[in-house]
């Protein structure tokens, strides 16, 4: 009789199992969204930082290789167990695919903060002022203009530079043009506060004036960066790539990350 009155128990066990399963996946998720702002589409994801540790890739460890796309990254943590939920392409690179500025991994600047002034025709890192992303070691992240980081002088856990500023004190960059013709995919980043963090990456190309007011008026942020033009794309689990088409994508110095551990 002890086997019949088991069943019923273990049969409840075994659900119960099965919701926290579900709760710890669903706990791991990050918070993704398709967005419509003046007419164009935007995929937004929202991280906090409390819940999800953001990271940034750009060689891989053992080899020195650099992982270049999020899918070399994707099989990298996978074969080590971690379930990518969440990556994005860092900031600007030069042509020998290293990072134009600040690059901060896991506490180590590969490459120093770079506030040479050059000509704003030769890319938009020069189209002032740029800007860094950064994630201090209390966990906390925040968008801060180079001379503005430089000036902290505060140590960070990770950290890319790019630019330009998309906004700063909650004013769009004044080097931009409401009906500029420059159209093209956009990707960027903001901290509302201290610990809610926003991505963002157009599904159509559009111009800087645009997507700094997305980040403003949509996303509700006061300080944001542009990340890259043409190649930027957004990895979501389950979801798959946002952003520009596969064959403009280019190889990538820096990727954000969110792992997530069984």
């Excluded at 994801?45 to 650099?66: I, K, N, Y």
């Excluded at 900031?91 to 050059?118: S, T």
């Excluded at 942020?221 to 957004?234: H, K, P, T, V």
């Excluded at 990538?252 to 551990?261: D, E, H």
């Amino acid at each position: 009789m002890s086997g019949p009155r088991r069943a019923p128990v273990v049969f409840i066990l075994l659900i119960l199992l099965a919701l926290l399963a579900g709760c710890s996946a669903r706990a791991r998720a990050v918070s993704s969204d398709e967005l419509a702002f003046e007419g164009q589409n935007y995929r937004v994801v929202r991280l906090d930082l409390r819940r999800h540790a953001l990271t940034l890739h750009w060689r891989e460890p053992a080899s020195g290789q650099p992982f270049g796309s999020i899918e070399t990254l994707r099989r990298w943590g996978e074969a080590r167990g971690q379930r990518l939920l969440f990556a994005a392409n860092a900031g600007i690179y030069d042509k020998q695919f290293a990072p134009l500025g600040l690059y901060v991994e896991n506490g180590k600047a590969l490459v120093p903060l770079n506030l040479a002034h050059g000509n704003p025709a030769s890319g938009n890192f020069s189209l002032l002022p740029n800007g860094v992303f950064a994630v201090y070691p209390d966990g906390h992240a925040a968008v801060r203009t180079s001379a503005d980081f430089k000036a902290d002088g505060k140590p960070v856990q990770w950290a890319s530079q790019s630019g330009p500023m998309l906004l700063i004190d909650g004013q769009l960059n004044p080097q931009f043009v409401g009906d500029s013709a420059s159209l093209k995919w956009r990707s960027g980043v903001c901290a509302r506060s201290p610990y809610e963090v926003v991505f963002a990456v157009s599904e159509a190309p559009v111009n800087f004036h645009t997507f700094g007011r997305l980040f403003r008026d949509k996303l509700g942020c006061r300080d944001a960066l542009y990340l890259d033009g043409s190649i930027s794309q957004m990895y979501v689990d389950d979801e798959g790539y946002a952003g520009a088409p596969a064959f403009m994508v280019k190889p990538y110095a820096g990727i954000f990350a969110v792992f997530a551990t069984p």
